[in-house]
């Protein structure tokens, strides 16, 4: 069954190092999301990207923050400058195949990976 | 705007007895409502979803849930828990019809089983 895989699942950087958590959507999927869970709080929406351009951000997601789709396969999210509060756990999804119909399309759901915990230090 | 408020951050169920995990919602908009399941070490996964198609909604594992539009709720259940239901369940909430939209997610409920 296709997933969503991101990697690595675990990464530890020092407070102003830049990261790049990577992810590789469905490969039939068109929209991509990043979501972040901070320990104990819920799950937050990011961003969401749509024909290689964000199409939605959050408040959270700030000028410290980027996304990319580098290749047909890969969809990254880069935090250039650490702070101890990104520490999270960052989930990427993706959503609504090719060639369904508008119905389907409406009703369709995120899928997700299995997320990157972030540690900052 | 919307959102989902999960009542009860921790809920114990015996194995065998019936699991209730609470979800009431807000939204301005006719909403379609999700119940994601995350297990330890593993990533979000759809339990089930609600499109407004029928009003009780069958899931994997056993679970369903009903939309109740006068209760603004839309609650997990299954009838006989088993240990390997332990995990945490997300109720999230999007706008109806737009399917590539974001959610927004409850606080989330982690479920424990007693032997």
């Known amino acids: 069954e296709p997933e969503v895989t991101q990697t690595p699942s675990h990464q530890v950087t020092q407070m102003g190092q830049e990261v790049i958590l990577r992810c590789v959507p469905i490969s039939n999927h068109l929209y991509f999301y990043w979501y972040r869970q901070i320990l104990g709080q819920k799950v937050e929406f990011l961003v969401s990207?749509?024909?290689?351009?964000?199409?939605?951000k959050s408040e959270i997601f700030d000028d410290q923050f980027s996304v990319e789709r580098p290749d047909g396969s890969n969809f990254t999210l880069k935090i250039r400058s650490t702070k101890l509060e990104d520490s999270a756990m960052y989930f990427c999804?993706?959503?609504?195949?090719?060639?369904?119909?508008?119905?389907?399309?409406?009703?369709?759901?995120?899928?997700f990976g299995q997320g990157t915990r972030l540690t900052v230090v | 705007a919307q959102s989902v408020t999960q009542l009860g951050s921790h809920v114990s169920v015996s194995e065998g007895a019936l699991v209730l995990l609470r979800c009431n919602y807000s939204s301005s908009v006719p909403p379609y409502l999700f119940w994601y399941v995350q297990y330890p070490n593993q990533g979000l996964q759809l339990l089930l979803k609600?499109?407004?198609?029928?009003?009780l909604v069958k899931g994997i594992n056993g679970f369903e849930a009903e939309f109740k539009k006068s209760e603004t709720s839309f609650h997990l259940t299954k009838p006989s828990a088993h240990m390997s239901d332990a995990a945490e369940y997300f109720c999230a909430v999007r706008r109806a019809n737009f399917g590539n939209e974001k959610l927004t997610f409850g606080t989330g409920t982690r479920l424990t089983i007693i032997p």
């Open positions: 999804a993706s959503s609504h195949m090719t060639n369904i119909s508008l119905v389907a399309a409406m009703n369709t759901e995120a899928f």
């Open positions: 609600y499109t407004s198609a029928a009003t």
């Open positions: 990207f749509y024909n290689n351009e964000i199409s939605e």
